[in-house]
């Protein structure tokens, strides 16, 4: 059997691998454990796309990558603002992934943004604003929320059929949720979800590393010629 046959009766399998990293991590919280469920996913699409030419894959795997080096510095920030600040930097980079490759196979949904900015403007105006005392963190919380609504935005525009399209709009709704828990807890004080906002995060790379997959399964399909009459 060819080694791309292999790939692809294996690859959904292999997800099985960061599911229990990231239910040993929720279990034990150590921070090997949190930065390592990305990792995985990082590694199963790199495999995978040697396997078959995965298209723009880099950009999630610079995502994944991003997303690794913010959830270091929000677990270990001990009290730093700072730290936090620098996490909220990384994970807008892996946004700038994530947009990227919508981007490369779509296109923004104007509409969708629109809606999108309807809702989480006010939500910064009237409750995350005034709650914010440093400026450089508001600055940084509002950039943020308006990076992570143009990635969702674009997840929208995206050019695929389904379900891909819907597991890649999942992965970045559910980051956007995650996001959105953090922004409750941390500014609000409102701590009610925050035992959803590491399952949904790591769910989340799960839910676009299965998209890729699926996406280009379908391609594969597409593309494969008739087989030749016995």
């Known amino acids: 059997m060819h080694s791309s046959d292999l790939a692809k009766q294996w690859f959904p399998v292999l997800l099985v691998l960061p599911l229990a990293i990231g239910y040993a991590a929720l279990q034990t919280d150590w921070r090997g454990l949190k930065l390592g469920e990305p990792a995985m996913c990082g590694l199963l699409l ?30 270990s920030r001990g009290g730093r603002e700072l730290y936090f600040v620098y996490g909220i930097g990384a994970f807008f980079v892996a946004h700038l992934g994530y947009l990227g490759f919508a981007l490369k196979n779509g296109r923004l949904s104007w509409l969708a943004l629109a809606l999108l900015l309807l809702g989480y403007l006010p939500f910064f105006a009237f409750y995350l604003h005034p709650a914010i005392q440093n400026p450089v963190v508001r600055i940084a919380a509002l950039a943020y929320l308006l990076i992570s609504c143009v990635s969702m935005a674009a997840a929208f525009g995206l050019r695929w059929r389904w379900p891909g399209k819907i597991l890649y709009g999942a992965g970045i709704g559910l980051v956007l949720f995650s996001d959105t828990l953090i922004a409750f807890s941390e500014f609000l004080h ?16 799960l839910c676009v590393t299965l998209a890729l997959f699926w996406r280009e399964e379908n391609v594969i399909k597409t593309l494969d010629p008739k087989p030749a009459l016995e």
């Open 46 to 75: 790199l495999a995978y796309g040697r396997a078959f030419g995965l298209r723009h894959a880099g950009y999630i795997l610079a995502a994944f990558a991003w997303s690794m080096i913010g959830d270091y510095f929000l677990s």
């Open 190 to 205: 409102e701590r009610g979800g925050n035992r959803l906002i590491l399952p949904t995060y790591y769910l989340a790379h």
